[in-house]
Structure formats: structure tokens, C-alpha cells
């Protein structure tokens, strides 16, 4: 469209860019109650202990999980073929995070209802299962994305998922996962110890440094098993960045290390595992040498990392078809139309910064140390 200033293709890539960064946005910020729910029993021994931990999370839950919802958002909106397969596709696994992530904020209203021990047991547990399920079952997805999906279209472009739910629990998907839920770990541990004191602050500290190490083994077992183990997608016809959407005029072959070819042919994009296993390797020696912020700002840039070492590594792919090739689906025959991309890009231009400007406030006002005191002196505390 002549009056649209910016080309469908450069469109197209900027939606790209910014559906990674609303998932990195998760992945730290919601990663941070996700790895506190998960360490609650390990980190937090008593009623008091556990208490503090809530009084981490509980306040800021809400808003981290803005990005969840923008990220879904921006899938439905911006690549409609991407949420039609996924969402219904992957309908129980996301039945199970939603139904782990419901937990938690029952969890955080009605724990202090009654003071019975088994009673708050029962709901710590709960939150327990609202931080490992999510952190396990993303990476989980992830692996899957890698490996294909089973999913076909007809020729009216309608999508038929042929997998289950226990399809989804292969052994590379596992590990993707366990690197999902290491480094959420990491997220939670660094904010604990930077947030809390004395023995809390202690076994964070501890237990943060052991799942650093594991999501730098992890991550690397995966990258090793990426490039000699796990058939990666190639386009092999013409690719058309400009045309309307259509995932099934394209030609698609798997090759082994498939997955590897974007860093031959933009070796830039090396920076994002390197970032992983920076970020993994500095958040373990910030808690090692009690730099407990250096630790924070290091984790955060792993995360992202390996995140982007995901994206960058599929690039064009969203969602392979292990079904039937051609089906898969790319940055470009996966999108809305370049009206609606436009529209989109000016609306986020608007409320993004919005947003960005009321996160880092809340996590200012709130930023000081958690303690028994504290929670002492503050009635609103959970």
C-alpha cells in the first residue's frame, strides 16, 4: 500500500524483533516469580521465611505478567496462522501452564486466610506447582518448536494438528526444558538474594549458583545436540518476503545442523549464545562473590541470550511442520496484512513506552529489602 511508509517486509521483521523482545520481557520479568515459586520450599523453611518470599513476588506478579499477555497478543494479532496452529494445537499443554499459573494468585489471596499450618502447606505447594509447571512447560514448547510440530494445512489454509499431549514429552523437548526452568531458577535466586538477608539470602545464593551451572551445561548439551542430532529446516525455493501470506507456496527440506545455517550466513547472530552463557556464567560468580546486583543484570542478559539464540537460530521459522514440510510456517507467509501490521506498530509505538515508564516505577517505589521486620511494620503484607 503506497501510503504505508514502511515496506511489508521490514514490517514484517519488526514484528519479529518485537514479539522476541515481549517474550524475553517474560522471561525476566515473569521468570522472577516463576524461579521464587519454584524455590519456595528450598529456599524458605518456615512459615516467616516463606512469607517473605511471597512478599517478593506478590506485589509485582500482576504486572510481569503483562508481557505474557502482550506476547499472546501480538501472536494473535500480528501472526494469525502462528497462534491458530500453536494455541490449538498445543491446546492441553496450555491448559496445564493455565491452570499452574491460577494457582498463584489463589495462592497469594487465601494462604494467610487461615493460619492452620496444613493449610498454608497446601497453598505454598501450590505456588510451588505455579512456578515449576510454566518454567518447565515453556521450554518444553520450545523444544517442540525446534523438532516441528505434526500439523498440516488444506488448501483454504486450514490447520489439522495430528500429535497429543504426550507427544510433546520427547527427550530434546525435556531438555529444553530443564534449561527453561534452570535458568527461571537463576531469575528467581538473583532477586532473593539481592532482596532478602541472612540465611534466605544464603540458600538463594546457593542454589542459584547450581542452577547457573546447570543452564550452562544444559544449554550447551543442547546446542551440541542441535547441530549433530536434530534435523534442522531449510528453505530451498525462492523466498518471497513481500507477498501475501501463504505458508504453502514455499518448498522446505530437513537438514542435519539445519538449525546452525543463520550463523554461517550472519555470523553477528553468535553474539546471543555467547550472551547466554555470559550471562549464565557472570550471575554465578555475582552470587559467588555476593555482587548480588551484578548478579541481577547478568541473569537478565542470559535469559535473553538464550532466548535469542532460540529465535535467531530458526529465523524465518516460527513452527515447522514435521507433517508435511511445506506447511511450516515463517516471519514471512505467516502475518497479518501489511494494513494491520502498520496499524499495530503505532499502537505499541504509544502504549510500549507506557508501560515500560510504569514497570520500572512500581520495581523503584518497591525496590528496598524484604525482611520478617518488614513484614511486621506493613499490614498490607501477604
Request: net charge positive; aromatic share 12%; charged share 10%.
Amino acid at each position: 500500500m503506497d501510503f504505508i511508509p514502511i515496506d511489508y517486509e521490514t514490517l514484517r521483521l519488526i514484528w519479529w524483533a518485537l514479539l522476541g523482545v515481549l517474550l524475553i520481557g517474560f522471561a525476566i520479568m515473569g521468570g522472577m516469580d516463576l524461579g521464587i515459586g519454584a524455590l519456595l520450599p528450598a529456599v524458605a523453611r518456615t512459615d516467616e521465611e516463606r512469607r517473605v518470599l511471597l512478599n517478593l513476588s506478590g506485589p509485582t506478579w500482576e504486572g510481569n505478567q503483562v508481557w505474557l499477555i502482550l506476547g499472546g497478543g501480538a501472536i494473535f494479532a500480528a501472526f494469525p496462522p502462528l497462534y491458530a496452529v500453536s494455541f490449538s494445537g498445543f491446546y492441553l499443554a496450555m491448559i496445564v501452564i493455565l491452570l499452574a499459573l491460577i494457582l498463584r494468585p489463589v495462592g497469594f489471596k487465601f494462604r494467610g486466610k487461615i493460619a492452620d499450618p496444613r493449610w498454608r502447606n497446601t497453598w505454598d505447594w501450590g505456588l510451588v506447582v505455579g512456578g515449576f509447571v510454566p518454567a518447565l512447560i515453556f521450554g518444553v514448547a520450545v523444544g517442540n518448536a525446534l523438532l516441528g510440530a505434526p500439523f498440516n494445512l488444506d488448501d483454504t489454509l486450514r490447520p489439522f494438528y495430528y500429535g497429543n499431549f504426550f507427544q510433546l514429552l520427547m527427550p530434546f523437548a525435556l531438555l529444553c526444558g530443564l534449561v527453561s526452568l534452570s535458568m527461571l531458577l537463576v531469575m528467581g535466586a538473583v532477586i532473593i538474594a539481592k532482596r532478602t538477608e541472612g540465611v534466605i539470602a544464603e540458600r538463594a545464593s546457593l542454589y542459584g549458583q547450581w542452577a547457573a551451572l546447570a543452564a550452562i551445561v544444559l544449554f550447551a548439551l543442547g546446542g551440541v545436540w542441535i547441530a549433530f542430532g536434530i534435523d534442522g529446516y531449510v528453505i530451498t525455493s525462492a523466498v518471497v518476503t513481500d507477498a501475501p501470506s501463504n505458508p504453502l507456496t514455499k518448498t522446505v527440506v530437513r537438514q542435519t545442523g539445519g538449525w546452525l545455517s543463520n550463523y554461517s550466513a550472519h555470523p553477528w547472530m553468535i553474539v546471543a549464545p555467547l550472551l547466554g552463557f555470559a550471562g549464565m556464567a557472570g550471575a554465578w560468580l555475582g552470587l559467588r562473590l555476593k555482587r548480588n546486583i551484578t548478579a541481577v543484570v547478568a541473569a537478565g542478559a542470559g535469559v535473553a541470550g538464550i532466548v535469542a539464540t532460540a529465535g535467531l537460530s530458526m529465523f524465518p521459522f516460527f513452527l515447522p511442520s514435521s507433517y508435511n514440510l511445506t506447511a511450516s510456517l515463517t516471519v514471512w507467509d505467516a502475518s497479518s496484512s501489511h494494513l494491520t501490521l502498520f496499524i499495530m506498530l503505532i499502537a505499541t509505538l504509544i502504549f510500549m513506552p507506557i508501560i515500560l515508564l510504569y514497570t520500572t516505577w512500581v520495581f523503584k517505589v518497591i525496590s528496598g529489602p524484604v525482611s520478617t521486620k518488614s513484614l511486621g511494620r506493613n499490614p498490607n503484607a501477604y
